[in-house]
């Protein structure tokens, strides 16, 4: 969960004006002196993510959903050696979403998929 600006602006603050320490501000506002070092730095609020994905590499999902476009899920997390939610989490980081044409799908038998164009 992240504090909202308004709440570390009061924080920084009272560090800043020195009507506190660090010490004493972490104690008195319950939050921890990593977090406050970090809003005196920078004080805006992240959202994106400094590091690169660690399990499941961009460029390896990208090379197995070009190969493989059909697949399932389960069916990739077993090639990259990961879980099925892991690959759900990526290929949204990719901005990969389900695939909505019904001629490519396994699911659907060879007679429904003869869809005229």
């Known amino acids: 969960m992240t ?5 570390r602006a009061q924080v920084i603050k009272s560090v800043q004006n020195k009507d506190m320490s ?3 501000a972490c104690t008195f506002y319950h939050v921890s002196k990593t ?3 970090r809003w005196l730095k920078n004080p ?7 590091k690169p994905p660690s399990k ?6 990208l090379k197995d959903v ?23 989490i990526a290929l949204k980081r990719l ?18 998929s003869d869809i005229s164009e």
């Open 3 to 7: 504090y909202s600006a308004d709440f």
């Open 22 to 24: 660090i010490r004493q």
């Open 35 to 37: 977090a406050l070092q």
């Open 44 to 50: 805006s609020i992240k959202k994106t993510r400094d």
């Open 56 to 61: 499941i590499p961009n460029e390896a999902l």
């Open 66 to 88: 070009a190969q493989h476009p059909d697949d399932y899920m389960y069916e990739r997390a077993q090639r990259l050696g990961c879980s099925k939610s892991g690959i759900e």
């Open 95 to 112: 901005g990969i979403s389900q695939k909505k044409d019904l001629r490519t799908s396994k699911s659907v038998s060879n007679k429904k």
